[in-house]
Nanobody, 127 residues
Framework: QVRLAESGGGSVLAGGSPRLSCSVS????????MGWFRHAPGKDGEGVAV???????AYAEAVKGRFTISQDSSERTLYLEMNSLTVDDSGTYLC?????????????????????WGQGTQVTVSA
């Protein structure tokens, strides 16, 4: 059973640069796409960034140039480097995985495409 566990959230001042991690319990990087999504109060869940097993990445417009997604297959860990945070970046960040790569399905932001989810880690940005 694949399990994903996020860590690294917390309270951050605007402009801060936390790093989120997602530990995957099973080797999942060979044929997969893994990503970060976020839920904010009063808003729909949204895709933040994804990376697939070929190293292709995609980012939401709101975070391009500020966030970087990466993965370490030897550590079975997915990362999200976050920079220049604003209060609009606050929310619960969840990592998720699907079996289809970005090459096979370039569309990546549909939450229902992802069959495995972590519990989430809260990021609260204060001005």
């Amino acid at each position: 059973q694949v399990r994903l566990a996020e860590s690294g959230g917390g309270s951050v001042l605007a402009g801060g640069s936390p790093r989120l991690s997602c530990s995957v319990s099973k080797f999942f990087f060979s044929t997969s796409c893994m990503g970060w999504f976020r839920h904010a109060p009063g808003k729909d869940g949204e895709g933040v960034a994804v990376i697939d097993s070929d190293g292709r990445t995609a980012y939401a417009e709101a975070v391009k140039g500020r966030f970087t997604i990466s993965q370490d297959s030897s550590e079975r860990t997915l990362y999200l480097e976050m920079n220049s945070l604003t209060v609009d970046d606050s929310g619960t960040y969840l990592c998720a995985a699907r079996l289809v790569t970005l090459n096979d399905r370039p569309s990546w932001e549909k939450l229902s495409d992802y069959g495995w989810w972590g519990q989430g880690t809260q990021v609260t940005v204060s001005a």
